[in-house]
């Protein structure tokens, strides 16, 4: 053989790998719409991709997932879904509460959603029935917007001498005007004073944490929302440093110093939302796949964080908690 056909034999033989990589199929993209930000989302991110995994799908091996986050500012979330819609991808699944799941569905008719909410998807334009959501759109509801009237009670066993409880809601959160009209409502019903802050940024935080110590609330209830969720480390801290009991929507809150959380698992519903993900990656219609909805609620203690606060949490109210962090 000459040298010149050797080396032309070799180059084509070089190639051949290449060409079969490039013959292969592209793997499918789960585009992951959230609110939040994936610093305080880690469990939830696990949990989805293991609730993928029980579905048959592998990030990196047969999926790919393509993640895109607002941080808190929902005003982002309709460019950061559109700019999944020009990605064509497979199904989008829009985390982090109503902010998210309306922002996709007005960015497709056609891409299969799986939204994660905390109120009810049907009041929120999302789907039009649990049963048979109807479209392109279906999810889970974690219900943790209609919880506010279980928290204030809570918080108000816990502390029952207090006179003035504070409450720190979004306004940008498309539930606030609910979760405001039934804390108002559960305050009258069991006579307690609450004083409402508002925030959906961090000067209006700040704001709001001022105004809680100007008014001398004696506890706090924080709202379900997702910038909240984003803010979660500097929301503790500001109650630590006032001495404030509070109260929270999800164990996450709990687990980082926060005293009381009272709501479902967050993980059980991003699992589930990889699980929707994956039967709808082989083919089911998200008009086809009921609304899941959770059927368990958990409340945690932090004894640690009650201790810090000269808190004496009575026996009674320890018999009903779920997990007590010693």
């Given at each position: 053989m000459k040298r010149r056909d050797f080396i032309t034999?070799?180059?084509g033989a070089s190639a051949w790998p290449m060409a079969a990589r490039a013959q292969q199929p592209a793997l499918p993209v789960v585009g992951f719409l959230s609110s939040r930000s994936p610093e305080d989302s880690v469990d939830g991110l696990e949990a989805f991709r293991r609730g993928l995994?029980?579905?048959?799908?592998t990030d990196g091996e047969n999926v790919a997932i393509e993640f895109r986050w607002a941080r808190g500012d929902y005003s982002r979330l309709s460019s950061l879904a559109a700019d999944l819609v020009r990605r064509q991808v497979a199904v989008i699944v829009a985390a982090g509460g109503e902010p998210s799941g309306l922002a996709a569905k007005a960015a497709t008719t056609i891409i299969p959603i799986v939204f994660g909410i905390g109120?009810?998807?049907v009041k929120a334009g999302l789907v039009h029935s649990f049963s048979r959501p109807g479209g392109n759109v279906t999810g889970v509801t974690l219900l943790t917007t209609l919880m506010e009237p279980?928290?204030?009670g809570l918080l108000r066993d816990l502390v029952p001498g207090v006179a003035l409880i504070g409450v720190l809601i979004n306004p940008d959160f498309p539930p606030a005007a609910l979760q405001l009209q039934q804390i108002e409502e559960a305050a009258r019903e069991i006579g307690l004073r609450i004083v409402i802050t508002k925030a959906s940024n961090d000067d209006a935080l700040e704001t709001a944490f001022r105004s809680l110590v100007q008014e001398g609330a004696g506890a706090l209830l924080?709202?379900?929302a997702p910038?909240?969720?984003t803010r979660r480390d500097r929301i503790i801290a500001f109650?630590?440093?006032q001495r404030l009991p509070a109260i929270y929507q999800f164990r996450e809150y709990a687990i980082s110093g926060g005293l009381l959380s009272y709501g479902v698992s967050i993980a059980e519903g991003y699992r589930q939302y990889g699980i929707y993900a994956a039967q709808i990656l082989k083919g089911a219609k998200p008009a086809e796949l009921p609304v899941h909805q959770p059927t368990k609620?958990?409340?945690v203690i932090n004894l640690r964080t009650a201790r810090a606060l000269g808190l004496k949490i009575s026996d009674n109210f320890l018999t009903l908690a779920d997990e007590v962090i010693e």
């Amino acid at each position: 053989m000459k040298r010149r056909d050797f080396i032309t034999l070799l180059a084509g033989a070089s190639a051949w790998p290449m060409a079969a990589r490039a013959q292969q199929p592209a793997l499918p993209v789960v585009g992951f719409l959230s609110s939040r930000s994936p610093e305080d989302s880690v469990d939830g991110l696990e949990a989805f991709r293991r609730g993928l995994k029980e579905g048959g799908f592998t990030d990196g091996e047969n999926v790919a997932i393509e993640f895109r986050w607002a941080r808190g500012d929902y005003s982002r979330l309709s460019s950061l879904a559109a700019d999944l819609v020009r990605r064509q991808v497979a199904v989008i699944v829009a985390a982090g509460g109503e902010p998210s799941g309306l922002a996709a569905k007005a960015a497709t008719t056609i891409i299969p959603i799986v939204f994660g909410i905390g109120g009810d998807p049907v009041k929120a334009g999302l789907v039009h029935s649990f049963s048979r959501p109807g479209g392109n759109v279906t999810g889970v509801t974690l219900l943790t917007t209609l919880m506010e009237p279980k928290r204030l009670g809570l918080l108000r066993d816990l502390v029952p001498g207090v006179a003035l409880i504070g409450v720190l809601i979004n306004p940008d959160f498309p539930p606030a005007a609910l979760q405001l009209q039934q804390i108002e409502e559960a305050a009258r019903e069991i006579g307690l004073r609450i004083v409402i802050t508002k925030a959906s940024n961090d000067d209006a935080l700040e704001t709001a944490f001022r105004s809680l110590v100007q008014e001398g609330a004696g506890a706090l209830l924080v709202t379900a929302a997702p910038y909240f969720d984003t803010r979660r480390d500097r929301i503790i801290a500001f109650a630590a440093r006032q001495r404030l009991p509070a109260i929270y929507q999800f164990r996450e809150y709990a687990i980082s110093g926060g005293l009381l959380s009272y709501g479902v698992s967050i993980a059980e519903g991003y699992r589930q939302y990889g699980i929707y993900a994956a039967q709808i990656l082989k083919g089911a219609k998200p008009a086809e796949l009921p609304v899941h909805q959770p059927t368990k609620f958990e409340l945690v203690i932090n004894l640690r964080t009650a201790r810090a606060l000269g808190l004496k949490i009575s026996d009674n109210f320890l018999t009903l908690a779920d997990e007590v962090i010693e």
